[in-house]
């Protein structure tokens, strides 16, 4: 019973495609992440939801959007994929925003590797 | 602009040695750090964290240490073991900087010999 899963687990796709990302956590958190991690390893965050709101969104592509149906889903669509947006792409989740707090750290899926094509 | 900067990409140690890992960050604003393990395939996972008011906090076999005046922490693991090899993460937050979102260090490989 995965606490925070993720799927696909790998995506190949070609240029000008569009493609989702499907996130969910059994936690019972109220706030959920997307996290892309660059070819130079950094974890940079995407978004966050809290309760299905979107309280960051980070400046990223207008490609990208998330879309929270509820507390438990967070998914990641992407539009017209370019070769850059290859990366791994980590779901997180957390008791209460923020997520730096001793008591509620991030729990994080196992990750997406995208490769555009 | 790298903020939380860690200089090793890799470090080796001995099993039942301490392994060191070192994180440096620039903005002095950040109060709150973390580390997080992270295995080949997987997320990372919370390991330990510290807040500006301590130099110092430990969990078992792990330690981190912080040196607000030279900008700098340290963990420390006493003694290693072979399942401690893994990417090791150095985060840091602050709430007006950052909406307390997590600033995110590259990583350095620790690997464990046996």
Redesign the interface.
Known sequence: DTA?SQTPKYLVTQMGNDKSIKCEQNLGHDTMYWYKQDS??????MF?YNNKELI?NETVPNRFSPKSPDKAHLNLHINSLELGDSAVY?C?SSQV??????NS???????TRLTVT | DQQVKQNSPSLSVQEGRISILNCDYTNSMFDYFLWYKKYPAEGPTFLISISSIKDKNEDGRFTVFLNKSAKHLSLHIVPSQPGDSAVYFCAASHLHYSNYQLIWGAGTKLIIKP
Do not use: M, R, T
């Open positions: 925070v130079k390893k950094f974890l940079k965050i966050s960051i980590f997180a925003g923020p997520p730096s707090s001793y750290p991030l729990h994080f899926g196992n990750g």
